[in-house]
């Protein structure tokens, strides 16, 4: 879910009965969400030139 207010949230929702399995097995995402939104904002204001 991205949210506009002065910038952009970002979460990550997990759900369902295999994630009690997979948890543990699963990466950090924090760096790749930082990517994403880096690499909107650079596209976006690219864009608004």
């Not at 952009?8 to 929702?13: D, F, I, V």
């Not at 997979?22 to 699963?26: G, L, S």
């Given at each position: 879910m991205i949210?506009?207010?002065r910038g952009?949230?970002?979460?990550?929702?997990f759900s369902?009965?295999?994630i009690l399995f997979?948890?543990?097995?699963?990466p950090d995402f924090g760096p790749?969400?930082?990517r994403y939104?880096?690499?909107l904002?650079?596209?976006a204001e690219r864009?608004?030139?």
């Open positions: 949210t506009q207010t952009a949230l970002m979460t990550e929702r369902g009965l295999m997979v948890k543990r097995a699963m790749i969400f930082t939104a880096d690499d904002r650079r596209e864009g608004a030139q």
